[in-house]
């Protein structure tokens, strides 16, 4: 019997995952097909080489719905059959009708705690505490062997208590843990989503006018941050169209903050109203208009609004003469690195010239080192494979059992 599992990539890089594991009879499961982070807008033909398109088709797992993790789909053969949480598919499947081309293939979705079987193989997803909504870690069972795919996850985030469970209780005999390790090396806050909230609500509460912030639309942990920390100061949350369409999506799934409740206003911008209108989804921008509100109020009663912003509505908020003061303060609650890039500068341009306070508070969508690290040691693997990182080589101490392998390199378990 031989089972053999291939990290196809991401043993050298964060994301990008593509992980297969083979059966003795040929039966394959891909874990992840995503599209690396560096890679060009416009590039293709992105799949790793050592990925075999013919032969038997494999069955693909997507973990979560980042990009990093599925972003190639499209690429894969369109008989490759996919499985993944219920929420996830209508996000992946959303952002594909908006910014890309929509996705027809069928998705199976799995529940969390249910195992189900594929081929040989025995898949069990546990939903876990990430920065994407509906994220999972991935137990396969094959031929005696199992392996633990931790998919991308934290333990300071609205959703800690799944992983703490997990780890006062893991699956026994794991062969394989596969671990992603984002923060190795990384020295940065570690703030849980509670306390940033009590650091909003303080920068609500020391800002005259408005509070601009910068935030991932699909980072919902982040969405229910403002809005609770919105709730205790009184002031009202305002989204873009897209926010809002996760927001209204995700309420089948939660009982998360969305389009009508109280405070919260969508704001509905020629740019993004227009592109909606140009993707068929007139009805959606109809909809919202009943809790909408036109940019220019936002210069009404400053100290009202927490306003969503990002480079395109940077442009039409310009448009509407809203431009930020020195009363103003402006948050960039995303990735640091981020801030350095194209969007980043256009924001803090914008928020300079005319004086706006900068307050940048955020918190990281993935473990802290030491939290990799008790993890690591909660789930007894026989070796650990290190995946999603980039410093791997030089910030392993303290881990056990190491195989570290490269990309493309087969492992016989
Ligand atoms: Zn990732
Ligand atoms: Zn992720």
Redesign the pocket.
Known sequence: MTVRLTVHRSTQEIGGNCIEVVATDGHRLLLDIGRPLDAAREATDLLPATLDLGGARAVILIS?P?Q??YGLLQAAPADWPVHCGAATEKLIKLTAAIIGEPITRGFNTWTSGRPFAVGPFTVTPFLTD???FD?YMLLIDVEGRRILYSG?FRMHGRKASLVTRFMAAPPPAIDVLLLEGTNLGADKPWMSEGELEAEFRRLFADTHGRVFVAWSAQNVDRTVTLYRACLESGRTLVVDLYTAEVMALLGDHANLPRPGWKQIKVVITSTFADLYRAKGRDAFVARMAEHGIAAHHLNETPSRWVVMTRKSLIRDYAHQNVTPGPDDAWSWSMWRGYLDGDDGQAAKAWFDVNGARACHLHTS?HASPDDLRKFAQAMRAGCVVPIHGAAWDTHAERFAAIRRLRDGEPLVI
């Open positions: 979560h980042h990093d993790h990430h920065s994407a994220a991308d969508g």
